[in-house]
């Protein structure tokens, strides 16, 4: 297996604009996590999916932040409109049910000027 | 709630040990433990369950103490590519059933030397 796959791994936009970040989890896990990672605020859970339904938002910050997964392959993470305090590294992570660790992704290092 | 890390960060020369602790204000399920090289991704190192465990490899392992809600990482001979970030990511119990979702503490950075 790949792993989990994340794109693009660098994105630079200008305030205003919409990003929108793409995650691919491993086959079979039933769990996906987007985290967000900076050095003021460490790792973050923004929201997470089980069998694609969102189970938990709680953490996105505000509404300019949204987050699909259409199927069990697929998921968005999209800000709109981005802002420079949004400047982070975002990661996708997944998972089996039951007690297993999480896999991250490469991650997107955001950068918004 | 953020899980407590101590310490922010250890400097050992190789062959040293380390130990690495993680505590919680509240009932934990589980503890995981990451570890994340500069510009990499978090890479999972081993999971404990509630109920007071303690597993690992030969020379990383980890514990798990229920009643105090603290887990520590004990790295043992430590090598050059153990430096890194170490995170620790706690679960809780709640009413529907065990909670997936990982609060991660803000992590100890190890530096092993030659």
């Known amino acids: 297996d790949a792993g989990v796959i994340q794109s693009p791994r660098h994105e630079v936009t200008e305030m205003g604009q919409e990003v929108t970040l793409r995650c691919k989890p491993i086959s079979g896990h039933d769990y996906l996590f987007w985290y967000r990672q900076t050095m003021m605020r460490g790792l973050e859970l923004l929201i997470y999916?089980?069998?694609?339904?969102?189970?938990?938002d709680s953490g996105m910050p505000e509404d300019r932040f949204s987050a699909k997964m259409p199927n069990a392959s697929f998921s968005t993470l999209k800000i709109q409109p981005s802002e420079p305090r949004d400047s982070a590294v975002y990661f996708c992570?997944?998972?089996?049910?039951?007690?297993?660790?999480?896999?991250f992704g490469s991650g997107t290092r955001l950068t918004v000027v | 709630q953020q899980p407590v890390q101590s310490p922010q960060a250890v400097i050992l020369r190789e062959g040293e040990d380390a130990v690495i602790n993680c505590s919680s204000s509240k009932a934990l399920y589980s503890v995981h433990w990451y570890r994340q090289k500069h510009g990499e991704a978090p890479v999972f190192l081993m999971i404990l369950l509630k109920g007071g465990e303690q597993k690992g490899h030969e020379k990383i392992s980890a514990s798990f103490n229920e009643k105090k809600q603290q887990s520590s990482l004990y790295l043992t001979a430590s090598q050059l590519s153990y430096s890194g970030t170490y995170f620790c990511g706690t679960s809780n119990l709640i009413s529907s059933g065990s909670a997936r979702q990982l609060t991660f503490g803000s992590g100890t950075q190890l530096t092993v030397l030659p």
């Open positions: 999916f089980n069998n694609n339904v969102p189970i938990d």
């Open positions: 992570a997944s998972s089996w049910t039951g007690e297993s660790g999480y896999t």
